[in-house]
């Protein structure tokens, strides 16, 4: 029978109604039963999981009725909720009994680009439709099948396991979320994070973007972070500077607010690293021990080094100054190395990279940084001062009896990475901590929670800049030498291969929990190249706006009711490990993602042997080559998988998560937490203030013939250049920006009926003395009008407005999550900034990272229906 999507939902509801009441109120007539319906003694139980709608995974116990979850609430004793729960935790539960659920596999009857119809499959039928295709697709190239996920939920399941299977290509959701930041503090100082302070210990912490109170921050959703931020101004006397466009709900835990200029991120960290030079707030121990700052940098940007060894056992060390020798040695042999000057070696003159990046910053001034921030001089001048002052250079204390630096100062940097300087601008920030000696100090500058280095670091030291053709990502490019892996720039390969010097495009895609229609920005470019691909296939527990319009198959996902796993469940400062486990079976016919990709790797044959999903979940686990291996000739179960791998844990099996709900390995000792004592100290990492490959990577790309727009930030230091959006003509007197409500941190959100009635309607924020000068008032229908300054392309979407003082004049600003169609709840509650935003050069950074923000303007009027 061929139904609707309307039909479909209507007719699912009723029938999903009435299952659950009957299983969970009434028990059934016993065979020769003289009776009518008995009442049953209802079981009441209570059993743990892990959060799934949120970004933390806090701890779950879930309150249960003959089987089926009737509450959420928070864990106790859980590191990083300790039995709170946020309102999205709370609200999941109607995520489980949404009667808009995919309830079976549905394959399209009718074509695509329009709303779908749909006929009921069996998972064998689905999963051997997308199987088939797959091998039609990977018998010329299995490249050319993309993984497109959203956040996933078990890396190792998914984002490894399946994907090394299968042999396709990746992509992720991080070039819309963090991923700019994540590179540069990969590149900079080697581990794999944003920015976030030492917060239980620090005194002085820049705010730069930072929701503080209402989700976002690196590494952590909403309790976590602010429940430490209330600690440390309680114990420590924190003060927080709230740098942002937007004041964003600061509220009272900021002290005080500097609404800088979108964009203005690079120029106000430049001339704060200036400052701290200037007012003498430099640590000297730390420059010359654990960066390269005394490196001897030649007159063509590279850096001097000596050659050990031969052939590929040779190693090129890096020389600096020994002024107590009084010539050039080896890093490793230096005595007492020079953190300034320029010196003379066999007859060339080599500089410091420090001086150098003295010399660099000098341009940048307060006063200079002012028109291009929006923050008058006299305050980036105090910032600096503060911030310098705070840092307590030379300071230490005792951590557990060991003696470490303690420089109680950092930032709180994370989704503000996403812009086209945001690279440089992180690299800035973090440079910032580096001149105080605050990266691994206690109180100081953390990305991560230990000082594990992160792989990029290493392969960052010599970026490859291949001769094309190029693969549809263009990794390792002469347009990207570092590549995040951006949907957006693919979409635009898709549309225009020649030009990327690109000869195989993507003809499957699978989407795992990502909706990339309406998630991503540029929504026109993703109508256009999803309309390309031969085949798609959604694996969501909804029928999103992506699988609506352009999906052939949609195999239905659990909610939280799966396993899911192993998951970080620290909190910082205590190590401890979860797992997601069923509060209950899951419902309807949908599969926990595990249980499909064990089941999809069988129809494609390639569940066994060797390559296979079995062998490469075992390796990804460290289950290999042990007692607790998977067998490969055994279909696993993802219960039996996580048995394995808790009893190679020490632990006595899936029964500890079971019984306990968190594992709590125990405190982080000093030598995990802080750079200064890990050993080797900062994981063996050496900070790079000067970026060697970044200069050599912009001559390969002048030299193979790389337009300017792809070259010109790969600048050893960071270098200031206005954005490509203020090109726009002056009557596009706003720059947009926008921002996440803590009701919607994660896509999965905007279906529940709750969160929508607190999150409320999409708008557009305005600041009043804007608005009085426009000649608009609040709950006005306006039109916001976006404008490409390289194309001239314009896009338009219609709002209300909503005028706040915590917003910068020539700022406005809308949320995300908005702009569905497909889910009743979701449905018409106004549209995405994504709609007016591009995905291209100049609204991309270097790393190939997308960038949210665009010049606009705004007029009263339009049609909002």
């Known amino acids: ?40 003694e209802p079981v009441e139980d209570d059993v743990f999981t892990t959060c799934w709608i949120g970004k933390q995974d806090c701890g779950i116990s879930a309150r249960r009725v003959d089987g089926r979850v009737v509450k959420f609430e928070g864990m106790n004793g859980h590191p990083r909720n300790d039995g709170t729960l946020c309102p999205k935790g709370q609200a999941q539960i109607v995520s489980v009994y949404d009667p808009s659920r995919v309830k079976t596999p549905l394959i399209r009857t009718n074509e695509k680009g329009v709303a779908g119809e749909w006929r009921r499959a069996s998972w064998d039928e689905a999963l051997e439709l997308v199987a088939a295709k797959y091998a039609e697709v990977a018998a010329d190239d299995p490249s050319q099948v993309l993984w497109q996920k959203g956040r996933s939920k078990a890396k190792d399941f998914y984002d490894t396991a399946f994907v090394k299977t299968i042999g396709c290509s990746k992509l992720g959701h991080g070039a819309y979320c ?10 900079t100082i080697g581990i794999h994070g944003v920015l976030h302070p030492d917060l239980l210990n620090s005194k002085y912490v820049l705010s730069w973007g930072w929701n503080i109170t209402s989700a976002g921050g690196n590494k952590f959703c909403w309790l976590t972070w602010p429940r430490q931020l209330v600690q440390a101004r309680e114990q420590n006397g924190l003060r927080i500077v709230q740098i942002d466009p937007r004041l964003r709900p600061a509220g009272p835990f900021a002290d005080e607010w500097v609404p800088i200029k979108p964009a203005g991120d690079l120029a106000m960290a430049l001339a704060m690293c200036n400052e701290l030079i200037a007012q003498g707030f430099i640590d000297r121990p730390y420059l010359v021990t654990h960066t390269n700052a005394p490196y001897l940098v030649g007159a063509d940007g590279s850096i001097l080094k000596e050659t050990v060894g031969e ?56 006063e200079w940084a002012a028109e291009k921030c929006g923050v008058d001089a006299s305050t980036v001048r105090r910032l600096s001062g503060e911030f310098g002052a705070a840092a307590s250079i030379g300071a230490t204390t005792i951590v557990d009896g060991v003696e470490i630096p303690y420089r109680p100062v950092g930032i709180m940097a994370y989704h503000m990475a996403q812009q086209e300087l945001g690279f440089q601008a992180l690299r800035a920030m973090t440079i910032m901590t580096m001149l105080v000696g605050a990266v691994g100090a206690v109180g100081g500058q953390l990305a991560d929670f230990t000082w594990k280095i992160h792989k990029n670091y290493a392969a960052f030291e010599e970026l490859k800049v291949a001769e094309p053709p190029y693969d549809f990502t263009l990794k390792n490019s002469k347009f990207f030498p570092i590549n995040t892996g951006f949907p957006g720039i693919v979409a635009k390969v898709m549309q225009d291969p020649e030009k990327y010097e690109v000869d195989k495009l993507p003809r499957m895609v699978i989407v795992h929990m990502a909706n990339p229609v309406v998630s991503f ?12 691909l031969e085949f798609v296939a959604v694996i969501s527990p909804w029928l999103s706006e ?85 067998p490969d000739g055994d279909k696993p179960t993802p219960r039996d998988i996580f048995d394995r791998w808790s009893k190679s844990q020490g632990l006595t099996g899936i029964d500890y998560f079971e019984q306990n709900g968190v594992w709590v390995k125990g405190a982080l000792g000093p030598d995990k937490r802080y750079g200064y004592v890990s050993d080797p100290p900062f994981g063996g990492a050496v900070h790079r203030l000067y970026g060697e490959s970044l200069h050599k990577a912009q001559q390969l790309q002048r030299e193979m ?46 279906m529940i009926p709750l969160l929508t009635e607190l999150g409320g309607r999409q708008r557009l924020e305005m600041n009043p003395a804007a608005a009085r000068r426009l000649g608009l008032e609040e709950g006005d229908v306006v039109t916001v009008e976006s404008q490409h300054a390289l194309t001239g392309e314009t896009r338009r979407v219609v709002t209300e407005l909503a005028l706040t003082e915590g917003i910068r004049p020539d700022v406005v600003g809308m949320p995300h999550h908005f702009g569905m ?45």
């Open 1 to 40: 029978m061929e139904i609707t999507r309307r039909t479909f939902v209507k007719g699912t509801a009723a029938a999903g109604g009435t299952a659950a009441a009957s299983t969970v109120l009434f028990k059934s007539l016993e065979p020769g039963a003289d009776a009518g319906l008995e009442l049953q």
């Open 178 to 187: 963090s991923d700019t930041g994540y590179r540069a503090v990969e590149y």
């Open 311 to 366: 052939g590929e056992d040779a190693e090129h060390v890096p020389m600096v100054w020994d002024e107590s020798v009084g010539r050039a040695v080896m890093f490793t042999d230096a005595v007492e190395p020079a953190l300034e000057g320029s010196y003379d070696v066999d007859g060339e003159t080599f500089t410091t990279g420090f001086d150098l990046f003295k010399a660099h910053v000098a341009q940048y001034t307060p």
């Open 521 to 532: 920005s540029s929504r026109k470019d993703f109508t256009s190249t999803y309309q390309m």
């Open 546 to 630: 992506t699988a609506d319009f352009f999906a052939d198959v949609v195999l239905p996902s659990a909610t939280i009711e799966k396993y899911e796993g192993p998951i970080s469940a620290g909190d910082g400062y205590v190590d401890a490990k979860a797992l997601r486990l069923p509060p209950m079976d899951p419902l309807f016919e949908s599969k926990g993602e595990i249980d499909i990709y064990i089941d999809l790797t069988e129809k494609m044959g390639m569940l066994h042997g060797e390559g296979g999903y079995v062998e490469h979940v075992n390796d990804v686990l460290g289950l290999a080559d042990t007692e607790f291996a998977l």
């Open 705 to 750: 013939g790389a337009d300017e727009l792809y070259w010109r930030d790969y600048t050893a230091f960071p270098t200031w250049r206005a954005p490509t959006m203020d090109e726009s003509p002056p009557e596009y007197e706003f720059t947009l920006i926008s921002y996440k409500l803590v009701e919607h941190k994660q896509s999965r959100t905007a």
């Open 821 to 865: 169609w497909a889910h009743p709840v979701s449905k018409g509650l106004g549209p995405s900034p994504n709609e007016l935003y591009f995905s291209e050069e100049g609204y991309m950074g270097q790393t190939a990272d997308a960038s949210f923000h665009v010049k606009v303007r705004v007029s009263k009027g339009g049609d909002s229906t």
